[in-house]
């Protein structure tokens, strides 16, 4: 796993915390950036999804 692969997976988790959080209080953290709590879920995926991909095509 080289560095952009533990960025983009650790950006992934910290979405999903982000997401349960917002979930929870009710209100969103990232507003300027996220509108609804769906959208946390979407760059979590999006940053994981990445991170596969990435790590499967990295040339050694």
Same mark, same amino acid.
């Given at each position: 796993? /080289?560095?952009? !692969?533990?960025?983009?997976?650790? &950006?992934? $988790?910290? $979405?999903?915390?982000?997401?349960?959080?917002?979930?929870?209080?009710?209100?969103?953290?990232? &507003?300027?950036?996220?509108?609804? !709590?769906?959208?946390? $879920?979407?760059?979590? /995926?999006?940053?994981?999804?990445?991170?596969?991909?990435?790590?499967?095509?990295?040339?050694?």
């Amino acid at each position: 796993m /080289n560095l952009a !692969t533990g960025a983009l997976v650790f &950006s992934g $988790f910290f $979405f999903i915390v982000l997401g349960v959080a917002s979930k929870i209080m009710g209100c969103s953290l990232l &507003s300027p950036f996220v509108q609804s !709590t769906l959208g946390y $879920f979407v760059g979590a /995926n999006t940053c994981i999804l990445l991170a596969l991909i990435i790590d499967k095509f990295d040339k050694r």
